[in-house]
């Protein structure tokens, strides 16, 4: 059964964490839920109410992450979800984090960020010259970091699926599924 890398810390949002989480393991992966380390971690919710200009964020479920990154190797991974939410902001610091991304990238196994979790693939160096998308709030760290960006709602572009927030989870999954089939020959 194909692995994919689904990467959470503290403040990843609910829905861009379990959306993917679930419909992976519909369609018969197995999703490696993967932290800085093994431990339960604290999701949140962010929407915008009405008459803000910013999100809020309030706290949702825990998720146990299964494995540490640096636990994980490239070489048993078909493909990684990164998730949304303010936990890129964090985890894009992480070494071994990168060295997945970096390392997937390389080898040109899939790779899907919504929201935030762009600012781990700008990190990784891995979207200099490539259209992705995101929350328009993160649009200068892909543009700082050599990215084109598109405001739509999924951006395919090489490995790499990019989405804007969970609101455009369903196409952001179904691009991001086809090209784990795709890249796995199925």
């Not at 800085?36 to 949140?44: A, K, N």
């Not at 993160?138 to 990019?162: A, H, K, L, M």
Request: aromatic share 10%; charged share 25%; with cysteine.
């Amino acid at each position: 059964m194909a692995r994919i890398m689904l990467a959470i810390g503290d403040a990843a949002e609910v829905l861009d964490t379990f959306y993917p989480l679930f419909r992976l393991q519909e369609e018969g992966y197995e999703v490696v839920v993967a932290g800085p380390q093994r431990r339960r971690y604290h999701l949140v919710l962010h929407e915008r109410p009405e008459g803000w200009d910013i999100t809020e964020e309030r706290p949702g479920y825990t998720l146990e992450a299964q494995a540490s990154f640096a636990e994980l190797r490239v070489e048993d991974l078909a493909g990684a979800v990164l998730t949304g939410g303010r936990a890129p902001e964090y985890l894009r610091y992480d070494a071994d984090l990168i060295r997945l991304v970096r390392g997937l990238y390389a080898l040109g196994k899939p790779l899907a960020a919504v929201c935030h979790g762009i600012e781990i693939l700008a990190a990784a160096d891995v979207i200099r010259g490539r259209e992705v998308t995101t929350v328009p709030k993160c649009r200068y760290d892909c543009e700082f970091s050599g990215g084109v960006y598109v405001d739509q709602p999924v951006v395919i572009s090489g490995p790499i699926v990019t989405a804007r927030t969970w609101h455009d989870n369903a196409a952001w999954m179904r691009a991001y599924i086809q090209m784990v089939r795709t890249a796995l020959g199925r």
